[in-house]
């Protein structure tokens, strides 16, 4: 099995998820990641780009896990309808790829693609929600939880902090 479906599938915690409830998408093409790096401006960071020609995101009965190149640029869009300001949030998700959520999107990770603050290309970042409201700096927003994007989709319980 090739090593980031076998990551993923590992990472499963038997008690609550069962292998046949997640599909995983057919490899990225070249031409979506020609479309992607158009729409971010920037290259896919090397490791994405790995876990892409294996799989082009995951989905279970709820929506998506793993993003798609497709939903990548956009995902942190879901926060645009927000009764509270989300500025910095938007802002910075312009310099992110997010590659995973988890619980309605309340908690996503994501591979930095331009650097901000503290975070520099190809790190793993991550936020919860409950911080957009009083974050003020992208440091109090986001943390680097993971060296790796393979330490991330090996971890059974994600972590934010």
Known sequence: ?????????????????AEES????????????????????????????????EFNGIRDEDGPYYFATTQMPTAADYYREWDWPTDLLMERSADILYVCQEN??????????????PFQPGQIVAFDHDLIMDAETPEELFASPYESLLELVEAQYKRTA
């Not at 479906?5 to 609550?16: G, I």
């Open 1 to 17: 099995m090739a090593k980031w479906k076998s990551a993923f599938l590992n990472s499963l915690v038997p008690e609550y998820d």
């Open 22 to 53: 997640f599909t995983f998408g057919a490899p990225a093409t070249e031409a979506e990641f020609s479309t992607l790096e158009a729409a971010i401006s920037a290259p896919v960071p090397d490791e994405l780009r790995e876990l892409l020609r």
């Open 104 to 117: 309605g999107y309340a908690n996503m990770w994501g591979v930095v693609v331009r650097p901000f603050g």
